[in-house]
């Protein structure tokens, strides 16, 4: 997870180098096992911490100990006053969580909601360290793509002072953007804001698929999120595999057998034979339905045969944060819109 915000390769970074480059961006989330590597289990204290410490790390309030998504033992002694998030899904969730008050700096390319836009910037896939450390947060919310490759500029950070915790943004599951949410809330003391955030978030799901249930004939959907030349794909085990399922929609990538995100050509793709074709790169590419439609050798695809061609915003598409649902509605209406559409 993750989670194309950096230009043109940069941008494709988010999602490739967050699901590719981190085990498909997974860190340990990928296998879908549901490990600590998101986070998923809070750590239990010894026998020795009174009981009133044991229930105190689900409510809350602080000294409260935390296994992150490096499954790494964290320990936060205090509410964090000040934070910093080093990645736009990581963002939204802090500002989902009522937190943007506390937020001094974001990454780069944190540009959602519109007061992000408003902090401080840190760096993006690279951390501005002199930066981080003339702010000094109470708290720096870091991915594994920043733990595998700068592991000790994050010592630095900690040596600092500042309570580093990974977060595994790389979500192949809805349950893996839940647990991440719940894990940032955790260290926040914003557990309650969390469950009903994930509670809102799982009823729009639930809605989503009674309605999807009308679906007679499901369509066969291709999704690109690179263009020409290499044109990448989410195949089976990618968050977005699961929000097409979602939508009882099929995922023509994953008819073909394709795995995480892989590189596909256009001959490959034609004979897939999709009724609709998504992109999710308008942001830095002209026209990208027009590029599409006017390919070579795809006027007999039945998507470009009846113009069912649309770019989407990546961003609610691609990062696995609180807008994941305002995701799979688009996809919903662009697909089915006899059924989504009212």
Not at 99 to 105: N, P, R
Request: contains cysteine.
């Amino acid at each position: 997870m993750l989670q194309m915000g950096w230009k043109k390769w940069g941008l494709l970074a988010i999602v490739l180098s967050f699901v590719l480059v981190l085990a498909a961006a997974c860190g340990t989330a990928t296998d879908g096992e549901g490990n600590n590597g998101n986070g998923q289990e809070e750590h239990v204290p010894g026998q020795e911490e009174t009981d009133q410490e044991e229930v105190s790390q689900g409510e809350g309030t602080f000294p409260a100990t935390i296994v992150d998504g490096s499954g790494t033992e964290v320990t936060i002694e205090d509410e964090p006053q000040t934070l910093i998030t080093m990645i736009p899904s990581i963002t939204e969730t802090v500002f989902a969580l009522g937190l943007g008050d506390k937020v001094i700096a974001v990454d780069d390319y944190s540009n959602y909601p519109e007061e992000a836009l408003e902090k401080e910037k840190v760096g993006a896939q690279e951390i501005n360290v002199e930066k981080i450390l003339s702010l000094l947060p109470d708290v720096i919310f870091v991915t594994t793509h920043h733990q595998d490759n700068y592991a000790d500029v994050l010592d630095q950070l900690r040596e600092a002072g500042i309570t580093v915790v990974v977060v595994d943004t790389d979500a192949t599951r809805f349950e893996d953007v839940y647990e991440s949410i719940r894990l940032i809330a955790r260290v926040t003391g914003t557990t309650e804001e969390a469950e009903a955030l994930v509670s809102d978030l799982e009823r729009r799901l639930e809605e989503i698929k009674a309605k999807a249930q009308e679906v007679d004939e499901p369509k066969k959907v291709w999704v690109e999120v690179s263009p020409r030349p290499d044109i990448y794909t989410p195949g089976t085990g990618t968050f977005m595999h699961e929000m097409l399922e979602a939508i009882n929609a099929v995922n023509a990538a994953a008819t073909a057998g394709v795995e995480g995100w892989a590189a596909i050509t256009e001959e490959e793709i034609v004979q897939l034979e999709p009724e609709v074709i998504i992109t999710t790169y308008g942001y830095y590419v002209d026209n990208p339905v027009e590029e599409v439609l006017s390919r070579d050798g795809w006027s007999q695809v039945p998507a470009v045969q009846h113009e069912q061609v649309f770019d989407v915003d990546n961003d609610t598409v691609t990062r696995p944060g609180p807008r994941i649902m305002d995701g799979v509605e688009t996809l919903a209406k662009l697909i089915y819109p006899e059924i989504f559409t009212e």
